[in-house]
């Protein structure tokens, strides 16, 4: 058996037995010329070398390729792997681009996110980090750092910036409320203006009401609303907004209370800008010649109120909360009204007015919208106070008007007696029935209760006149429906109720720091209650009072 190799290659192999030798029983003999002995080994030889030499082709391209690739990824990984060879292997052996630099990206994240040093790692300090996005990206391009570092870097950067965050939210919200202490430069002037007008203008000092109508001023049949306030201007918008609302105003009849230093203003406004149809009186708390036991108990009140808002200011001082910022919501207990007479003398109303029977009560921060006639018809079944409650998200439900948030649970006095869950009633705008009023024994309550407070460190309540009534009150309020009555107008957590909403409503309470003649809050709200400003009165004017 014999193998032939032609010189171009293995064309074709024959094996035979003799000198001429075909294929399958025939075929063509061998190319002339060629050995028919000694040549099979060189044909190995040559076929060898022929693959070889292909391999080594084939091999030196592959190689070449991956040199060129390998060096490519390390380029272009350079910023982004903390491992060269890790990127490298992954990628070479099947990751691809993004899911390489993905994958390396949460392992940085996830080591950043465990990280002891407050996510802080390898960064010097704070003041090294880049102020912004930009910077960051000309940081790690310039100085070549690896994707642990920019994962380290950036976590630093958004903890630097939530803090700075949190500390501009907390400020801003210590000045919202310091601009809601402070009484406006407008209103400062319109007292001023007519304490003046009250001493030069014998029209500014005429009798309120006129002799003709003074008998109104004690006919049950009239409708009789109470407002204890020292601020003029909300005090016109009250009074201007319920005759507006009112479907029967000449049977209104209205009883200012205010304190000395505001009654020339108070009479003098009233007095030049007399109300239609309507009957109004203005009274001074020192013009009331009330029983000793009456003065001893209010000055008694006030005192303690004084010392549970003191004790709280000093709570506050104590704890350095109002450096820190902690708990700006605790500034309202520094508002004036904490303190004040009128603010608290509400108690007091069967003493102010003994010979009424039914009254509504208006706090100055409100605005009539609808009739509220019905009121005085309204049976309150026996009660003494006809409320509604919290209605800024409907019915059963009062959010921040509960029980734990006026009072201390912590102490066995409170928890013994109250309901940690209940529903406290609105004080904004209520009726009273000054006839049962006087049948029970709720001004003693009241008054029991704020020595229960004075004896146990002034820390069973949150300060303010709504805690201890609420107590006192207890068993004498009648439910009344929650369209009477909307409260919180003056928080920002309601400034996005719908306008519909506050249509539908008989009177809008603007409790809260953002009192709608300061322009810390909501305009379109605002705009509810600066409407009924007449914009046109000369003191207005004068004293650039907007609306």
């Not at 306008?499 to 720091?513: K, Q, R, T």
Request: glycine fraction near 8%; charged fraction near 20%.
């Amino acid at each position: 058996m014999k193998f032939y190799v032609s010189a171009t290659g293995i064309k074709k192999l024959t094996i035979s037995s003799s000198a001429a030798v075909t294929s399958g029983g025939g075929g063509g003999e061998l190319p002339v010329g060629m050995k028919r002995k000694g040549s099979l080994p060189g044909s190995r030889r040559i076929s060898h070398r022929t693959l070889l030499l292909r391999a080594v082709l084939v091999l030196g391209l592959l190689l070449s390729l991956l040199f060129f690739r390998s060096t490519f990824i390390m380029l272009e990984s350079a910023a982004f792997c903390s491992s060269s060879i890790g990127c490298l292997g992954w990628r070479v052996f099947g990751g691809s681009d993004s899911t390489l630099l993905r994958e390396a990206l949460m392992r940085a994240l996830l080591e950043a996110t465990s990280d002891g040093d407050n996510g802080v790692g390898g960064i010097e300090s704070s003041t090294s980090l880049p102020s912004s996005f930009n910077d960051l990206v000309k940081d790690m391009s310039s100085n070549g750092q690896d994707i642990k570092a920019f994962a380290f870097k950036t976590k630093a950067m958004i903890m630097k910036m939530e803090q700075l965050v949190e500390s501009a939210r907390q400020r801003e919200s210590i000045s919202w409320h310091l601009a809601s202490h402070g009484v406006p430069n407008g209103i400062h002037c319109l007292s001023l203006k007519l304490a003046e007008e009250y001493a030069e203008n014998a029209a500014a000092r005429s009798r309120l009401p006129p002799p003709q109508y003074v008998s109104r001023l004690t006919d049950p049949s009239f409708h009789h609303v109470v407002l204890l306030t020292d601020n003029v201007l909300a005090a016109s918008v009250v009074v201007s907004s319920t005759i507006k609302s009112s479907s029967i105003p000449e049977r209104l009849v209205f009883h200012i209370v205010t304190d000395k230093k505001t009654y020339t203003a108070m009479h003098a406004w009233f007095a030049v800008n007399s109300v239609n149809s309507a009957v109004l009186e203005v009274r001074g708390l020192h013009q009331y010649d009330w029983s000793h036991a009456v003065n001893i108990g209010i000055k008694e009140m006030i005192e303690i109120h004084r010392l549970i808002c003191r004790h709280k200011l000093d709570s506050i001082k104590r704890e350095n909360i109002v450096n820190e910022y902690e708990h700006a919501k605790d500034l309202q207990y520094l508002r004036p009204s904490c303190t004040s007479l009128l603010n608290h003398l509400r108690i007091y109303i069967p003493e102010l007015f003994p010979d009424l029977n039914k009254i509504v009560f208006l706090d100055d921060d409100t605005v009539v919208q609808h009739d509220l006639s019905s009121l005085w018809e309204l049976d309150l079944n026996g009660k003494v106070v006809g409320a509604a409650f919290d209605s800024g998200c409907g019915d059963d439900c009062c959010p921040g008007r509960k029980y734990k948030d006026y009072f201390n649970f912590t102490s066995p006095i409170i928890s013994s007696k109250l309901d940690y869950d209940r529903c406290g009633w609105l004080y904004g705008m209520v009726v009273f029935d000054l006839h049962a009023w006087r049948k029970t024994s709720i001004t003693a309550t009241y008054h029991h209760w704020l020595k229960l407070s004075l004896n146990s460190g002034f820390e069973l309540w949150n300060p303010g006149a709504l805690p201890p009534s609420l107590i006192a009150f207890e068993g004498h309020v009648h439910r009344i429906d929650p369209s009477w009555h909307m409260a919180g107008l003056g928080y920002r957590s309601i400034m996005n109720v719908a306008e519909s909403v506050l249509e539908d409503v008989a009177v809008l309470h603007f409790s809260g720091p953002a009192k709608p003649w300061l322009e810390i809050g909501n305009p379109e709200i605002r705009s509810l209650w600066s409407r009924h400003v007449n914009m046109s009165n000369d003191f207005i004017r004068k004293c650039g009072i907007m609306g």
